[in-house]
């Protein structure tokens, strides 16, 4: 219980550093590492070196002095601090240009996800395999959602379609949902959302370069 | 030049800001209203009121007691705040499944901007069109980055190639990089670097449902 109730208050920017610590130990470990250091992943990694120590003691294991962490034993504390130990089934709702583009990006693997299922609101759209998956209607993600254990939705339906969509992958049992939309969408507590909007990426760009 | 040097200091949380108002904006036009209030978006979009009557006010357009922001004058001056006034052409550099997957996405038309090239280091793919767009080889970066005028790229690479990629950017005289890799990218003063990284989003997500 002291375990769980540790990671679970794990802060957000340390978890938001973890993938890039794993890649790290990762690529150490395919390099014939048996241990690494924080000060040295730091280093390689662009970060503060105080920073990475205190971010890497977080994952639970010991390190040892001028040894520094065995890089096998803190991966997979990293894995599993992240939930990347058991794969997690996810679906895909909307499938327009990116929604499809999407269901052919393979670099879900690397998180241990499965996109397993994708629905629409278009019914010209229904049965139809992309990918590999097949696309549903929309009233069948309550179903399909238990069904297949489903806790986490990518959502990439337009702007309008945005917040009754999330509300249905709410009733669904959806916990967690990568929201693509630029809504800001309201979901009830114990659900997690996480935005990921190109436009606001684009218009920091576009704004800089225009004035540059 | 006094209004210049006011747009150039724009807060990036702001500028992050501006493209959710614009697409409320641009309904309430649609809808036939000529004046909106900060208030009313505010409301619409779940913000605090105070900031985004400040957000707004920023823009530069004098708003009316009682009766708001003419509303097509505030569109245009986000607008031009954003460089979206202008169309931008970009470059995807790395056709794998997600950039290859961004070219069949119709979703930044809305910023003005425009994919008008793609690169790649596999020669398999050189003069392959996708969606309409031409692959070319990554050594002919710097003539055609110079030749299109293109100041923005998508960084679509793995991660193992990403800085690299970017240095040959930065040399092409782009001054906008948007990173779909994991890498922190070292790029010189005046270049900017917009972050899209899935993997921690999904960690985020991951690490939430796992210990829900």
């Known amino acids: 219980m002291k375990e769980v109730s540790r990671i679970y208050s794990l802060p957000l920017p340390t978890i938001r550093r973890y993938p890039i610590y794993l890649r790290a130990i990762k690529a150490k470990i395919a390099g014939g590492d048996l241990n690494v250091s924080s000060a040295v992943l730091a280093e390689e990694l662009g970060l503060d070196p105080v920073l990475a120590r205190k971010d890497l ?4 294991v010991p390190g040892r ?64 395999t992309i990918h590999g998956v097949m696309v549903h209607p929309m009233t069948e993600l309550p179903r399909l959602a238990k069904r297949l254990k489903i806790k986490l939705a990518i959502l990439t339906v337009p702007n309008f379609a945005a917040q009754s969509c999330a509300d249905n992958l709410v009733d669904a049992g959806i916990k967690g949902i990568l929201n693509f939309s630029s809504i800001q969408l309201a979901v009830p507590k114990g659900v997690i959302v996480q935005n990921v909007d190109l436009a606001q990426s684009l218009a920091v760009l ?6 540059g």
Chains 1, 2 share one sequence.
Not at 76 to 102: K, Y
């Open 206 to 211: 576009s704004h800089a370069i225009a004035r």
């Open 65 to 128: 002095p001028r040894h520094g962490y065995p890089a096998k034993e803190l991966c997979d504390a990293i894995n599993r601090a992240l939930g990347w130990d058991n794969a997690t089934d996810a679906a895909i709702v909307g499938v327009g240009s990116l929604g499809r583009a999407l269901l052919g990006y393979s670099g879900f693997e690397e998180q241990n996800l499965s996109v397993s299922v994708a629905f629409d609101a278009n019914p010209a759209l229904n049965g139809e």
């Open 57 to 60: 003691a977080m994952a639970g």
